[in-house]
């Protein structure tokens, strides 16, 4: 089975603090993403990356960047965390230079901004 | 631009009663549909999906038929369990490039009484 972990499953920071969510898929995905879920708003995204060191926005990029250093892993960082970003973090990925649609999520990241 | 629109929730059924999820969308063309399910605790799961009119997605009893006349794709189910409780998200995919991005809906809770 395909298996997407994000490092943690709740967190607490503090305003203005610098936050890494991390993801690692174990089955040589190529494509892997990060989106945020909030009630009433869906799944949004937040940014994408086809490849190794390579990284496009997604529709919410603002406030947020990543890190693509290996195929297997894909950091997200809120460089200054604020309360607005309160959120559920969703990290997936998928198979193959085309994109399906079909993406294997992680088990998600809560993250509270105090 | 491309939308998903879909019931809002929550939605509460007794055991094995007949189960309709309304998804409508807007894009141009013909996107890939897609349904995905999260259930608690855990993260989104692929549950069925539809590449072209007329297509009927089908998983685990579930079904979508892909309607390009009225831009539908709702899913249904004939006998409920209490186990299909969770939230339902509907998605299309508008081309294939590594570029291409997943739309979602805003998801649809489904809790079944026993």
């Known amino acids: 089975d395909v298996k997407v972990t994000q490092s943690s499953r709740y967190l607490v920071k503090r305003t203005g603090e610098k936050v890494f969510l991390e993801c690692v898929q174990d089955?040589?995905?190529?494509?892997m993403f990060w989106y945020r879920q909030d009630p009433g708003l869906g799944l949004r995204l937040i940014y994408f990356?086809?490849?190794?060191?390579?990284?496009e926005k997604g529709d919410i990029p603002e406030g947020y960047s990543v890190s693509r250093e290996k195929k297997e892993r894909f950091s997200l960082i809120l460089e200054s965390a604020s309360t607005n970003q309160t959120s559920m973090y969703l990290c997936?990925?998928?198979?193959?230079?085309?994109?399906?649609?079909?993406?294997?999520f992680g088990e998600g990241s809560r993250l509270t901004v105090l | 631009g491309n939308s998903v629109t879909q019931m809002e929730g929550p939605v509460t059924l007794s055991e094995e009663a007949f189960l309709t999820i309304n998804c409508t969308y807007t894009?141009?063309?013909?996107?890939?549909l897609f349904w995905y399910v999260q259930y608690p605790g855990e993260g989104l799961q692929l549950l069925l999906k539809?590449?072209?009119?007329?297509d009927k997605g089908s998983n685990k009893g579930f079904e979508a038929t892909y309607r390009k006349e009225t831009t539908s794709f709702h899913l249904e189910k004939g006998s409920v369990q209490v186990s299909d409780s969770a939230v339902y998200f509907c998605?299309?995919?508008?081309?294939?490039?590594?570029?291409?991005?997943?739309?979602f809906g805003s998801g649809t809770r489904l809790s079944i009484r026993p």
């Open positions: 894009a141009t063309g013909y996107p890939s």
């Open positions: 089955m040589d995905h190529e494509n």
């Open positions: 998605a299309l995919l508008k081309g294939y490039s590594s570029a291409s991005k997943i739309i």
């Open positions: 990356s086809y490849d190794v060191k390579m990284k």
């Open positions: 997936a990925s998928s198979f193959g230079e085309l994109n399906t649609g079909e993406l294997f």
């Open positions: 539809a590449t072209k009119a007329d």
